[in-house]
């Protein structure tokens, strides 16, 4: 028995996966001047950042890029304290955000 026609069916649907998010990048932006063109979405972003912890720097920082380049607002807030985080998502919901990563 040949491996082949398996190794075809693999390539092919390779090919075919790399063609349809080729497709979906450009139809999000198809001038391909990086300016967002989709439509403008708020997102909460809730952590347990203590000021100062370096991770959670290079976190929000790549959130806020992603959000400026897919024409998103993101509302950003964090307290290390479980209790008041639960606020800060009570907050986030009646402010009507569109969603939360």
């Known amino acids: 028995m040949s491996t082949r026609?398996?190794?075809?069916?693999?390539?092919f649907a390779g090919v075919l996966?790399?063609?349809?998010?080729?497709?979906?990048n450009q139809a999000q932006n198809p001038t391909g001047s990086g300016t967002p063109t989709g439509?403008?979405?708020?997102?909460a972003m809730?952590?347990?950042?203590?000021?100062?912890d370096t991770y959670w720097d290079i976190i929000r920082?790549?959130?806020k890029a992603?959000?400026?380049r897919h024409n998103v607002t993101l509302?950003?807030?964090s307290d290390p304290d479980f209790s008041k985080q639960a606020t800060l998502v009570q907050n986030a919901i009646d402010s009507h955000v569109m969603g939360s990563p």
């Not at 790399?18 to 979906?24: E, K, P, R, S």
């Not at 439509?39 to 997102?43: C, D, E």
């Open 5 to 11: 026609p398996s190794r075809l069916r693999f390539a």
């Open 17 to 24: 996966v790399a063609l349809i998010v080729t497709a979906c």
């Open 39 to 43: 439509p403008a979405v708020t997102v």
């Open 46 to 52: 809730i952590t347990h950042e203590t000021p100062g």
């Open 61 to 63: 920082a790549g959130a």
């Open 66 to 68: 992603a959000a400026e």
């Open 75 to 77: 509302k950003y807030s």
